[in-house]
């Protein structure tokens, strides 16, 4: 027997296949559900179902809890109907025209800033044209046929260069990138994808939280605001538990130097003798609470560690940030996690 979901206020319905997820059928009936991960960590595809049967494959708490679930909240990337299913989702317009590939590219060169950071510019074939939303991210495909996802660290631009940040955590693929990897090699990947990307179509001041790599996209985002011209009012913040995790630490200076309406604040919240810091300490989300009293008028990108990201998310709600203004990208750090 066939079952349809149906997503409002749109009015949309697609059929379902056997045992498939609401946001694997909305994906392919190309609906633009917001989504990050697909394995049910980020909470980013979350959504509310008005009516139907679910069932859920396992999930991060931290995506969604247990009084979320009660409640009818549920994780579209792993949630599988039982049966016609009525569920509650705005569509993404600005990535409708925007299509997902499956294309090579060479390594152009594998640049490490830091300890256990390394940048890779991989580099498009002449004739290829690859568009994508800054913020969002791709998933490279491994010589063990699995998948990594990264975000995308640059803003689209001419010459086809996309540029990622590569934590060294002790997985095989950064275990690859950072001892075996050879410039020009070729690559495989798929992208883009995920719904992490700065909405340019409002006015609000903006404010973004990064903690490690999660500066990644982050940078992207501001390659495209400066480049396009926006005028916002822009704070960044940048959380690591030391001076040596910021490990781009002059661009986020130059960029202040150079656009009046940008600031940036690290916070650090284990510093070391050696860095001799006198600037902000704690958890970044916090640093962000202390300098506000209320978020109604904001929008709030945050980008790494899942336990900030949720952090943030709860606190700064509690505090008049509109649900719908807060964007996130959650990264993991277990050896097969997405983004480490």
Known sequence: MSKL??????????ELGEDETILAAALRANFNMPYGCRNGSCGACKGRVLSGQIVHDDHSLSA?????????MALFCCAHPEGD??????????????????????????NKVSHDVAVLSL?????EKFQFLAGQYIDIHTRNGKKRSF?????PQEGGLLELHIRHAGGEFSSYVWNEMKEREILR?????????????????????????????????LEQAFRHGIERKIIMYWGARNLEEIYMPELPLRWQAEHANFSYIPVLSDPIEQDQWTGRTGM????????????????VYACGAPVMVEAAHGALTARGLPRDEFYSDAFFASKDGRKP
């Open 64 to 72: 969604l809890s247990e009084a979320e679930r009660e409640s009818g």
């Open 284 to 299: 970044v989300h916090e640093a962000v609470l202390e300098d506000f009293g209320s978020f109604a008028a904001y929008q």
């Open 5 to 14: 979901l149906t997503i409002q206020p749109s009015g949309r319905q697609i």
């Open 189 to 221: 990947f798929t992208g883009p994808l995920g719904s992490f990307f700065l909405r340019e179509d409002s006015s609000k001041p903006i404010i973004l939280i990064a903690t490690g790599t999660g500066f990644a996209p982050i940078k992207g985002m």
């Open 123 to 127: 580099k498009l074939p002449p004739a």
């Open 151 to 155: 975000s995308l660290a640059n803003a």
């Open 85 to 110: 299913t009525v569920v509650e989702c705005r569509e993404i317009d600005a990535v409708r025209d925007i299509q997902t590939k499956t294309l090579p590219a060479r390594v152009e060169k594998i």
